[in-house]
């Protein structure tokens, strides 16, 4: 059971506290037994013969409250997006849950039970808890993977496979939340959503390491960077230009505040920014939900900008040729990852000789190369996947988006920085008739719902290469000279 993994890990006494909003704080042994009354009222779940089930919650305390329950229950959960989008539906069709736990009615073929804020406040009024804790049958929790690949594919973690992450995360030095938490009450606000593995392993961690987990509203993001209290922001780069955007222009970098930047390496601007007016402490995580963190960079006077970081004392990672042929340090190949937090596979597909997963070893799709002293520096990919923002898309499903609407003759879809060294969407088109372009953008955004704001061009033509595919780096470049 995960609780009692956390027990062991935790430093902190079960009274210090787990959780805490602008108007209450929960104990992490408020929390257990918040956990126990919900398990018992969920028992029937069991009963039935689920195996996997989702859960939609807004409030996050019964988010993770619901997490917990259902592994006490012995069942594996799945937490799904807030909002009925694309994202939702395609979390709905690659993980297939079993059963649903939703704050509001669905309207689906899948069964579900509406667990509220009504029935959450009956529930945990009573005084009955449930004491039997049975051992989950196979998972225990079920992700979804959509950075290294076109197609979403479904992850899978066993209570080892969990043990292994959280535990290095904590223990480890690269982060040091144990220490943190020994010396000081360290909190710890991320911004990176739970129904990404990244975000449930963090929450993960820093309930293991006895941190607090701060439950904010994006608008209190600069009340709680004001208290000077000991935090940790987990953050995307979107997120991190939001939280900039968010604080005083008077802001100055606090001593207390670390920045941990996932999802993307940190542009040069907004690093300044950041040092500026947030913390000088960055740290960016080079990883994927199917390896866990690979690498850590420190953004000190040391480091180099377009390095990914300093590999993990428990990865073994290497750069290899299209014929497997591992490459010497500070030659460009392929990546490729093997260590104990690597998954074996995705759920539902048998491996072959063409998958990701190949004799032990995960390739992410990732150029680059290794220096000497094992720091990877990232340069490329050998598919369409692109960045916005942190969060990745495929641009030849946005290109094929933009020619099948009406009147566009050709197009091409290019990352271009903002004023940050934020990579954003532009579209180069050639149409000769008017077209609506909001139109256009919600036909993107009904793929990709986050998707940040596109820039439309027009053009007399499209660059393409010898290989037959469209001169993406060019067309950003042209944008960066017209500058």
């Known amino acids: 059971m995960i609780e009692t993994l956390l027990l062991q890990l935790r430093d902190a006494a079960q009274h210090s506290v787990a959780f805490e909003s602008a108007s209450r704080s929960w104990s992490f042994s408020g929390f257990l037994t918040d956990v126990g009354k919900i398990a018992h009222a969920l028992k029937n779940v069991r009963d039935c013969g689920c195996s996997i089930v989702g859960i939609k919650c807004k409030n996050y305390y019964h988010h993770w409250v619901l997490i917990f329950a259902l592994d006490r229950l012995g069942l594996a959960s799945a937490s799904f997006q807030n909002d009925l989008g694309p994202s939702f539906q395609t979390y709905l069709n690659v ?12 309207i689906t073929d899948i069964k579900h039970y509406v667990v509220g804020e009504a029935w959450f406040a009956e529930v945990l009024s009573q005084e009955n808890n449930n004491t039997t804790y049975y051992e989950s049958r196979d998972f225990c929790r079920i992700g979804v993977a959509a950075g290294t690949g076109a197609v979403p594919q479904k992850i899978g973690l066993r209570r080892p496979d969990i043990e292994r992450n959280i535990s290095q995360i904590v223990k480890s030095d690269i982060l040091s939340l144990s220490e943190k938490c020994r010396k000081e009450q360290f909190n710890v606000l991320c911004c990176i959503g739970i129904d990404i593995l990244a975000g449930y392993q963090i929450g993960l961690s820093a309930l293991a390491a006895g941190c607090c987990i701060k439950i904010f509203d994006p608008v209190q993001i600069g009340l709680i960077i004001a208290r000077h209290e000991p ?35 940190l542009p040069v601007e907004l690093e300044r920014k950041t040092k500026e007016k947030l913390s000088k402490k960055i740290y960016t995580l080079y990883g994927t939900e199917e390896a866990g963190i ?60 063409n998958s990701q997963f190949q004799e032990g070893w995960f390739y992410p799709g990732d150029l680059g190369f290794i220096t000497h002293n094992k720091e990877i520096f990232i340069t490329g990919r050998i598919d369409e ?24 003759e050709d197009s091409c879809v290019f990352p271009v920085p903002d004023e940050n060294g934020v990579l954003m969407p532009w579209i180069a088109i050639i149409c000769y008739k008017e077209i609506d372009g909001a139109s256009l953008s919600r036909k993107m955004h009904e793929r990709y719902e986050n998707l940040p704001p596109i820039t439309l061009i027009w053009v007399d033509r499209i660059p393409y290469r010898d290989d037959g595919s469209p001169d993406r780096q060019f067309l950003t470049q042209g944008i960066m000279n017209s500058r």
């Open 95 to 106: 993980i297939q849950p079993d059963f649903f736990l939703s704050d509001h009615a669905l």
């Open 231 to 265: 935090t940790a922001i987990v953050v995307s780069p979107l997120h991190l230009e939001y939280v900039i955007n968010s604080i005083s222009p008077l802001s100055v970098a606090q001593d207390n505040l670390e920045i941990i930047v996932v999802g993307g390496r």
């Open 294 to 353: 690979i690498a850590v960079k420190k953004y000190d006077h040391h480091s180099e900008h377009k390095s990914a970081g300093s590999i993990v004392p428990w990865m073994d990672v290497q750069i290899v040729d299209g014929q497997n042929v591992v490459l010497p340090a500070q030659t460009e190949g392929q990546v490729r990852i093997k260590g104990n937090t690597v998954i074996r596979g995705y759920l539902g597909t048998v491996e072959n000789k």
């Open 385 to 408: 996947l692109v960045t916005f923002g942190g969060d990745k898309f495929d641009l030849r499903i946005l290109d094929e988006i933009c020619k099948n609407f009406e009147n566009i």
